[in-house]
């Protein structure tokens, strides 16, 4: 069965307000997670990533925070906008693992 | 600069034909990955290679499918004997140096069995 998953397959938001995108991962042995968009036709882009030694982490309008006691990471993103309109996927790496392991994704959709 | 380069971008073949299906890393990344996305689902991780070195295969579904990355820049995923099952977007990605390293992805070889 898949070790990273997303809790909803759409989430819907209103243009200008914040997005939160949940994943919850079992493999307690991951120690690096990222967040991919993937927009429809295009592979997979990098938003941001965080390793297992930190809780929070910041980049331009988004934000990940990971909680290790419960195996949860989630992607904030500030002031949605149109173009944030995409799938994301969380992904996780670690155990001894080469690939990266990604959950099913969330399609944000933005409305007007 | 330029990204990861994948082709062809579509391939459609009959049941039964082999498939090669290429992949140009950004150029100075020592590791390249391959992985599966069906329609829907995130990328699944077929195998992995650090320079020439063919590292992981795990993920390979069973031994139709090979690859090879014979001067540690280009590769090659080559599908043989290819079945109507073996149908989706095929993705190649590569890092600077270890696996750890952030995963820049290519746009894909969409392939279609007949």
């Known amino acids: 069965g898949e070790s990273v998953g997303l809790h909803l397959p759409t989430l819907s938001v209103q243009e200008g307000d914040n997005s939160i995108i949940n994943c919850a991962y079992s493999?307690?042995?991951?120690?690096?997670f990222i967040w991919y968009k993937q927009e429809s036709g295009k592979g997979p882009q990098f938003i941001i990533d965080?390793?297992?030694?930190?809780d929070k982490r910041q980049g331009q309008r988004v934000t990940v925070l990971l909680n290790k006691t419960v195996k949860h990471l989630s992607l904030q993103i500030a002031a949605t906008q149109p173009g944030d309109s995409a799938v994301y996927f969380c992904?996780?790496?670690?155990?001894?693992?080469?690939?990266?392991?990604f959950g099913k994704g969330t399609h944000l959709i933005i409305q007007p | 600069g330029a990204g990861v380069s994948q082709s062809p971008r579509y391939k459609v073949t009959k049941r039964g034909q082999d498939v090669a299906l290429r992949c140009d890393p950004i150029?100075?990344?020592?590791?390249l990955y391959w992985y599966r996305q069906a329609l829907g689902q995130g990328p699944e991780f077929l195998t992995y290679?650090?320079?020439?070195?063919?590292?992981?295969k795990s993920g390979l579904p069973n031994d139709r499918f090979s690859a090879e990355r014979p001067e540690g820049s280009i590769s090659t995923l080559t599908i043989q004997r290819t079945e109507q099952r073996d149908s989706a977007m095929y993705r190649c990605?590569?890092?600077?140096?270890?696996?750890?390293?952030?995963?820049?992805f290519g746009p894909g070889t969409r392939l279609t069995v007949l």
């Open positions: 990605a590569s890092s600077l140096e270890r696996t750890q390293d952030t995963q820049y």
């Open positions: 493999n307690s042995a991951s120690d690096y």
């Open positions: 965080i390793r297992s030694n930190m």
């Open positions: 992904a996780e790496l670690g155990g001894g693992a080469d690939g990266l392991t």
């Open positions: 150029s100075g990344h020592v590791s």
């Open positions: 290679f650090n320079y020439e070195a063919q590292q992981d």
